[in-house]
């Protein structure tokens, strides 16, 4: 089992930045791919970035450009670095470790953008 702990959601404005991390308690941090989703109140969980064990990355089309994910595995934590924030980025964002068929998911950090 594998507890994720989000963090560094709040209230932005249109253009600004915020920096959520997701901490994970487990000693083998570094063989999971990690990934941030994000569900808007009436749609769809989706997915926003991920970053593979070994540092490959892929964005939704949404945030290409404008989201980054990065991992550290000395402190088992995944990060997502967004700016140029727009309205359509509110939602709740989530943090998922999965690996050889097995998937975690934290409790979720909301962010809402302000226009």
């Known amino acids: 089992q594998v507890h994720l702990v989000e963090s560094g959601g709040g209230l932005a404005q249109a253009g600004g930045s915020l920096r959520l991390s997701c901490a994970a308690s487990t000693s083998i941090f570094s063989i999971y791919n990690m990934g941030w989703h994000r569900q808007a109140p009436g749609k769809q969980r989706e997915l926003v970035a991920a970053i593979t064990s070994g540092g490959s990355t892929n964005y939704a089309d949404s945030v290409k450009g404008r989201f980054t994910i990065s991992r550290d595995n000395a402190k088992n934590t995944v990060y997502l670095q967004m700016d140029s924030l727009k309205p359509e980025d509110t939602a709740v964002y989530y943090c998922?470790?999965?690996?050889?068929?097995?998937?975690?998911w934290g409790r979720g950090t909301q962010v809402t953008v302000s226009s």
């Open positions: 998922k470790a999965f690996t050889a068929g097995l998937g975690y």
